[in-house]
């Protein structure tokens, strides 16, 4: 199976500016969680969609948003770029249903650099 | 309110030898532990799990320990490689909330040879 794939790998913005990062789950994974990944504070999640509702979500201020499409693909906005978001933005995916007890797996990552 | 500790942000270990990374929380509410392996400019990838109704899982020279009255858990690499190197860290869910981890600062392990 392929694994989780993210476009773009880089990019380059400026602070104003908004920004859409995208996300491919493992063929067969109806969950999809953001996480944003700074020297600073580490690895934080986002918000997780299931079956393209919102199931779980972060202490992230309102300019992140998301959303999942009908084949479980997955975009993350972010509005008003500002320095701070610079960072390694992560998908994972997993096959929880009802169940906890299910692995997220992540894909590479989106480096966001705000200028 | 950090819920998910790693106090030790790096080891450095000898080829061959046990690697123990360490991991505390705080939230009595998670029931499921997770430990990834991360190389810089990459995404995690998963190692190992153990669910709050076991105090042991081993996978090949993995092994996840988990002390629930403590609020501990540790990872055991035994032999370790040089290979091994890379940022370990643990992470957590709640109950119900399996698509939410709660991801401790992470240990730089440094197998040397």
């Known amino acids: 199976k392929a694994g989780v794939t993210q476009t773009p790998r880089y990019l380059i913005k400026t602070r104003g500016q908004q920004v859409t990062l995208s996300c491919s789950p493992i063929s067969g994974h109806r969950s999809v969680s953001w996480y944003q990944q700074t020297p600073g504070q580490g690895l934080q999640f986002l918000f997780e969609y299931f079956s393209e509702t919102q199931r779980n979500k972060g202490n992230f201020p309102g300019r992140f948003s998301g959303r999942q499409f009908s084949n479980s693909r997955s975009e993350m906005n972010v509005s008003t770029l500002e320095l701070g978001d610079s960072a390694l933005y992560l998908c994972?995916?997993?096959?929880?249903?009802?169940?906890?007890?299910?692995?997220?797996?992540f894909g590479p990552g989106t480096r966001l650099t705000v200028l | 309110d950090q819920q998910v500790k790693q106090n030790s942000p790096s080891l450095s270990v000898q080829e061959g030898r046990i690697s123990i990374l360490n991991c505390d929380y705080t939230n009595s509410m998670f029931d499921y532990f997770l430990w990834y392996k991360k190389y810089p400019a990459e995404g995690p990838t998963f190692l190992i799990s153990?669910?709050?109704?076991?105090d042991k899982n081993e996978d090949g020279r993995f092994t996840v320990f988990l002390n629930k009255s403590a609020k501990h858990l540790s990872l055991h690499i035994v032999p370790s490689q040089p290979g091994d190197s890379a940022v370990y860290f643990c992470a957590a869910s709640a109950q119900n909330q399996g698509g939410k981890l709660i991801f401790g600062q992470g240990t730089e392990l440094s197998v040397k040879p």
């Open positions: 994972a995916s997993s096959n929880a249903g009802t169940s906890n007890y299910n692995e997220q797996f």
């Open positions: 153990i669910s709050s109704i076991k």
